[in-house]
């Protein structure tokens, strides 16, 4: 049973960082690429920030570009997301993809295989 799970969400004041990690049991990150999507009720999954499964490519929503960043440590088997200069509109439940057809895309959430149950970002004013 394949299972991506996201951790490190939280609550932080506008300006703040946090660092989300994704893991997987069940199948090895390293071969897919994977992307962080976010959703807010009401609206479908937003493409934050993707990266191939070899690292030589990522990409960003034009929202998040030169706050966040995105990077993989395929020894750990993990893929990483660092928000920095968070604000209240980076709110939202963040959730990993995995996606077999690399490199992913941010611009639809149709392709990814796998998906993690979320993790709450919540930045206050």
């Known amino acids: 049973q394949v299972q991506l799970v996201e951790s490190g969400g939280g609550l932080v004041q506008s300006g703040g960082s946090l660092r989300l990690s994704c893991t997987a049991s069940?199948?090895?990150?390293?071969?897919?690429?994977i992307g962080w999507f976010r959703q807010v009720p009401g609206k479908g999954r937003e493409g934050v920030a993707c990266?191939?499964?070899?690292?030589?490519?990522?990409d960003y929503a034009d929202s998040v570009r030169g706050r966040f960043t995105i990077s993989r440590d395929n020894a750990k088997d993990t893929v990483y997301l660092q928000m920095n200069s968070l604000k209240p509109e980076d709110t939202g439940v963040y959730y990993c993809?995995?996606?077999?057809?690399?490199?992913?895309?941010?611009?639809?959430?149709?392709?990814?295989?796998?998906w993690g149950q979320g993790t709450q970002v919540t930045v206050s004013s």
């Open positions: 990266i191939s499964s070899d690292d030589s490519r990522a």
């Open positions: 993809g995995a996606d077999a057809s690399d490199p992913p895309s941010i611009l639809t959430a149709l392709y990814y295989e796998y």
């Open positions: 069940g199948i090895k990150l390293g071969d897919y690429g």
